[in-house]
T-cell receptor, first 114, second 111 residues
């Protein structure tokens, strides 16, 4: 079956522009996570969605970052007025809502702000 | 204190060596535990789940110590292909965000 799909795989944008990153979770997975990973660094939690519950936005670094998800489907992460420090790989993961289930990751979007 | 802590390494070991990583977690309500592997410039992938009784998968052994709140990963007979970053993951089940990832431990296996 299909895994987690992210698009685009690579994005180069000019400083100050807005970008939108997309994540298609595994069908039936109610939980969806966004992470940021800078070069050589660990995963940095951004936001978590669970079904129709209010998302946990506690990891969003600034108000330039926002994310949406409708129900249990596609999610988009939007970065407004991009800065060079936003350059990173943005990873999306989904999981079933179960105590012993693992998360499955997409291949990520590599964002470069020039 | 971070909720999930790992020694970042790097651990540089020769081929054939045995190497062990520990990971500590602070939330005693945590319910399930995993080790992920992340290769350079790739996404993390599940290596193995960690069960209370300990579990083994080939050269890899994972153990959980709930009393001391740590999990471990043992790799025997290291291969060059084991070189990667190993991420400890805790499912705390409760709270806003169930899965919490450690920052990872880097392993380099040298010929």
């Amino acid at each position: 079956g299909a895994g987690v799909s992210q698009s685009p795989s690579n994005k180069v944008t000019e400083k100050g522009k807005d970008v939108e990153l997309r994540c298609d979770p595994i069908s039936g997975h109610t939980a969806l996570y966004w992470y940021r990973q800078r070069l050589g660094q660990g995963l940095e939690f951004l936001i978590y969605f669970q079904g129709n519950s209010a998302p946990d936005k506690s990891g969003l670094p600034s108000d330039r970052f926002s994310a949406e998800r409708t129900g249990e489907s596609v999610s988009t992460l939007t970065i407004q007025r991009t800065q060079q420090e936003d350059s990173a790989v943005y990873l999306c993961a989904s999981s079933a809502r179960s105590m012993n289930t693992e998360a499955f990751f997409g291949q990520g979007t590599r964002l470069t702000v020039v | 204190r971070k909720e999930v802590e790992q020694d970042p390494g790097p651990f540089n070991v020769p081929e054939g060596a045995t190497v062990a990583f520990n990971c500590t977690y602070s939330n005693s309500a945590s319910q399930s535990f995993f080790w992920y592997r992340q290769d350079c410039r790739k996404e993390p992938k599940l290596l193995m789940s960690v069960y209370s009784s300990g579990n083994e998968d080939g050269r890899f052994t994972a153990q959980l110590n709930r009393a001391s709140q740590y999990i471990s990963l043992l790799i025997r007979d290291s291969k060059l292909s084991d070189s990667a970053t190993y991420l400890c993951v805790v499912n705390r089940w409760t709270g806003n965000t169930p899965l919490v990832f450690g920052k990872g431990t880097r392993l380099s296996v040298i010929a």
